[in-house]
């Protein structure tokens, strides 16, 4: 979604910008109302445009991935709040860097000037270093505006979180890119040499990232062509970029979600897709082996058993194997998964004993189901009454094996699927003789 204010001229250019300064620093927005692709945020219902327009801005973190605007906004805020713009980043900064910069703010707040902290890559800060900001967050020496590309939810303090608002920018569109392509256009007072397939292949190849976008334009820009290029041309003359992918980060949870909640969906080409999409992006296979196989446990259980087998016959495949063709049967184990019945009957029934044993603390077994390897354990009763189960005419003698006094919890539910229809048809049976034999 193109952002709100997309119709709007940028504003002129300064006096002596150099048509020498790298391309995304030429157009930089120098209005809010010149941010491409973040309307959400920015328009008069938006939590900042709302925000501007009480005239209350609080300090923020600002998350989402690269090149979608948030240094520029940081810079924005500030010119429009009339405070002094300072900016660092959380990799090369330490102790004496915000020592210094808490001293020049407080300085100025005294002279009656505010200050815009933009602290870029705030996650990488440690827990006492995000914790030096909160007396000057405070006292209001600074208006803190931190970015990132992680979750704050995990990588920021609490106490910092607590008081900063969290506003979540998205990725580009194509459409955005394309808005930004025809600035750039206008900037250099010339269209990119490209084929209109070509063009939506250049924009597709920046992933989203606004940034990306302008620096493969200002390479397109520079090269003499006599014609405009086809798709095969510009593929021959560009390296696709890798997609953002971070092992470690919040992308890697995103996507093996996307992949457990496909499986459980039964949907076999979103599974492959973003089996795929992870292998694309450097993934450990062995990390998606012990991921795949959870779903056969968690998702499927019982109602096909065989699931669980074939997950680790993959995975040992795949060990044997190695890469690229031990990839290809995780993918078939991931079809497999994806069309095998569903069933956590499994899954729950085994939180549901956890959580009777968490209750009922340390109740003895019932006496009749002891061993008595001893005489003084047979004087204490100790396995006397235990019905042999082999030697009722049915093998099921019906007892109980539960703590004497202890209510009986129905724990194991199976479903009407697969294997499981048949396993809730024993079931049911000897829940019958039970009750028949007073068990």
């Given at each position: 979604m193109a952002d709100l204010f997309d119709d709007m001229p940028l504003s002129p250019e300064p006096a002596g910008r150099s048509a020498h300064r790298p391309l995304a620093d030429r157009i930089r927005p120098r209005r809010l109302a010149e941010v491409i692709g973040q309307g959400a945020i920015l328009g008069p219902?938006?939590?900042?445009?709302?925000?501007?327009?009480?005239?209350?801005?609080?300090?923020?973190?600002?998350?989402?991935?690269?090149?979608?605007?948030?240094?520029?906004?940081?810079?924005?805020?500030?010119?429009?709040?009339?405070?002094?713009?300072?900016?660092?980043?959380?990799?090369?900064?330490?102790?004496p860097e915000l020592r210094k910069v808490f001293d020049t703010a407080r300085l100025h707040y005294r002279q009656g000037r505010g200050t815009l902290l933009f602290v870029d890559e705030i996650h990488r800060f440690n827990k006492a270093q995000q914790d030096s900001f909160l007396p000057h967050m405070e006292d209001g020496t600074i208006l803190l505006v931190g970015a990132t590309t992680e979750n704050p939810s995990f990588e920021l303090n609490a106490a910092l979180l607590s008081r900063a608002q969290v506003i979540v920018l998205k990725r580009l569109e194509l459409a955005d890119l394309e808005l930004l392509a025809q600035r750039a256009e206008r900037e250099m007072d010339r269209a990119l040499p490209l084929t209109g397939e070509a063009r939506e292949a250049l924009l597709a190849m920046a992933d989203g990232d606004g940034r990306a976008a302008l620096n493969l334009i200002e390479q397109v820009m520079a090269w003499k062509v006599e014609r405009p290029l086809g798709t095969d041309e510009l593929s021959r003359r560009l390296m696709r970029r890798a997609a953002k992918y971070d092992k470690g980060g919040d992308e890697h949870y995103n996507l093996i979600s996307a992949l457990h909640k496909s499986v459980r969906g039964s949907d076999p080409d979103a599974a492959l897709y973003w089996l795929a999409r992870m292998l694309e992006g450097g993934e450990d296979p062995r990390y998606l082996a012990r991921r795949i196989t959870r779903m056969a446990v968690e998702d499927i259980g019982l109602a096909d058993p065989a699931a669980q087998r074939h997950c680790l016959d993959a995975w040992a495949l795949y060990e044997r194997l190695g890469s690229p063709e031990g990839e290809l049967a995780l993918a078939q184990a991931v079809i497999y998964l994806a069309l095998a019945p569903k069933s956590n009957a499994g899954y729950a029934a085994y939180k549901a004993a956890r959580a009777e044993a968490r209750k009922t603390g340390s109740l003895m077994p019932p006496a009749h189901i002891l061993n008595a390897p001893t005489r003084l354990m047979k004087d204490q009763g100790y396995g006397a009454g235990y019905a042999y189960d082999h030697d009722a005419e049915d093998g099921f003698s019906g007892q109980n094996y539960f703590p004497d006094g202890m209510k009986r919890p129905v724990l194991y539910t199976p479903v009407e699927r697969g294997f499981e229809r048949e396993l809730k048809k024993r079931l049911d049976w000897f829940v019958s003789q039970r009750l028949k034999r007073g068990g």
């Open positions: 219902d938006g939590p900042l445009g709302a925000m501007l327009g009480a005239g209350s801005l609080s300090s923020l973190i600002l998350w989402g991935p690269p090149g979608v605007g948030k240094t520029t906004i940081a810079r924005l805020l500030a010119d429009q709040t009339e405070r002094d713009f300072v900016q660092i980043s959380a990799i090369f900064s330490g102790v």
